[in-house]
């Protein structure tokens, strides 16, 4: 790399880091928030799903306005918005206020973060370079996940929980100030329509399986209004490749929805965040409610996978440039599977708590492998003017990812009567659909040369 190169790469990686930050720094201070703006129980779960909704549900959305509109503006307008309502959340005085904030910040994320990956992505060549780049991001998307959830616990028993949205602000400002100047602008010289139909279909299907998902894990699987979003999903989203083979413009080409990488790669990539962002669930369950740990020493607890995860990052570029993109998915999802089983054999007693430890630590070393290498697979072989949408498919993975494993898991923990047996069971789930999707990757992903 070079100088102009090392510049773009940490403005980059600091909007990217800032975002995973934002996905978990408010959950160790819900109960406190709730407390100050008066939330009711009910409604506290809403600061996270109002943001999940939006990040997730208009992500393909904005990857695509990037390819079409500039992917260094919609870069900068999404980091003005997310500064602009972080500090309206941090000033927020009741619970009107601070869940605008919080879609605002779900907005400004799925814009923000589909436009910095295809600016990485078109900024970085296919092949070494591009793949270290993406694993540095990925192991600071990773530990910015772990970060979130300690920094979350400092700040609001040292300050405020306010702190959670006020940190962002100084960042977003240093990105505005410094971006401009480094990155940029990248745009096709003809810029066709926007596929408002292609649009609408896939938004509305996702923010319909994003509720559904969510809602599940408070009112069950079996809730009307749970099964009526979940079906209005299916068929939203099914409809949607029919709505594009008509489009003149679509929004996702049909051919790009039959790329193997595209398919298979993203698919590894969902088992990927699924797995992971759910265990991390169960080992907080299993620290808090079985073994008695507080809220900030559970979070201290996952500093262990934080470090994995960007070992996993740092070490995935040599691998894939000694291996490849492919067996990375393989080598990582194994690894990971693995490490997950290993878990297990966890008591109902401290005794085990360095197994704890060695698990979550190999788990994440594996899982952050397998996510880098679903990132060169689900971007590789598109041209640079599609790198947006790329970007997008993936970004919308990995928030559906995040949000699909959390309710899967806990409906599996409630099927036993003791919850160390729910969430050994649970656990075992968990290591069998990272396995699964090691073998979906070794079959039906093609050989391909380092």
């Known amino acids: 790399m070079d100088g102009r190169m ?8 600091v909007s990217q880091f800032m975002l ?67 500090l309206v959340g941090g000033l927020a005085t009741g619970p009107e206020l601070l869940m605008a904030a919080r879609v605002a910040q779900g907005l400004a994320t799925a814009a923000v973060t ?61 990105v505005l100030l410094v971006a401009p100047a480094v990155l940029k602008e990248s745009r096709p ?47 939203l989203l099914t409809a949607f490749p029919l709505v594009e083979r008509r489009a003149a413009a679509p929004l996702v080409p049909v051919r790009v929805l039959r790329r193997r990488t595209v398919v298979w790669g993203n698919l590894a990539g969902l088992v990927a965040f699924a797995t992971e962002t759910s265990l991390v669930f169960l080992m907080t369950l299993h620290l808090q409610d079985v073994l008695g740990f507080s809220p900030l020493a559970a979070g201290l607890s ?28 393989i080598a990582g999802g194994v690894l990971q599977a693995v490490a997950t089983l290993s878990l297990t054999a966890l ?44 970007t997008g498919i993936a970004t919308m993975t990995q928030q559906v990812g995040i949000t699909l494993g959390t309710p899967v898991m806990s409906a599996v923990v409630v099927t036993s009567a003791a919850l160390p047996d729910g969430i050994g069971r649970a656990v075992l789930v968990n290591a069998a659909v990272v396995l699964v999707g090691a073998l979906a990757s070794a079959l039906f992903l093609r050989r391909d040369r380092p």
């Open 6 to 13: 090392r510049l773009v790469l940490l403005v980059l990686l």
């Open 347 to 390: 008591g109902d007693d401290r005794s085990m708590y360095a197994l704890l430890l060695a698990g979550t630590f190999a788990g994440g070393v594996g899982n952050m492998l397998a996510i880098v290498g679903f990132m060169v697979t689900a971007t590789s072989g598109l041209p640079d003017a599609e790198q947006g949408m790329a």
């Open 189 to 235: 010289a003809d810029r066709p329509r926007l596929d408002v139909p292609g649009a609408v279909t896939v938004t509305g299907g996702l923010l319909a399986l994003v509720y559904g998902l969510t809602a599940a894990g408070g009112h069950g699987w079996s809730d009307p209004g749970v099964l009526a979003a979940l079906a209005a999903a299916a068929v």
């Open 114 to 174: 589909p436009a910095g990956l295809s600016l990485l992505t078109s900024s970085f060549p296919e092949g070494p370079l591009r793949a270290r780049a993406l694993g540095l991001n990925g192991a600071l998307m990773s530990a910015g996940f772990t970060t979130g959830a300690v920094l979350g616990g400092v700040l609001t028993d040292l300050l405020s929980w306010r702190w959670a949205f006020f940190v962002n602000v100084p960042v977003a400002l240093a």
């Open 302 to 329: 996952f500093g262990v996978l934080g470090a994995g995860t960007v070992l996993g990052g740092l070490f995935a570029a040599r691998f894939i440039g000694r291996w490849s993109a492919r067996t990375a998915l």
């Open 20 to 86: 995973a930050v934002d996905f978990s720094i408010l959950n160790v201070a819900l109960p406190v928030i709730g407390q100050g703006l008066g939330f009711t129980l009910g409604g506290l779960q809403w600061i996270a799903t109002a943001f999940a909704l939006a990040a997730a549900g208009f992500t393909l959305l904005f990857g695509r306005v990037a390819d079409l509109a500039g992917r260094r503006r919609v870069f900068l307008g999404g980091m003005g918005v997310l500064g602009a309502a972080s």
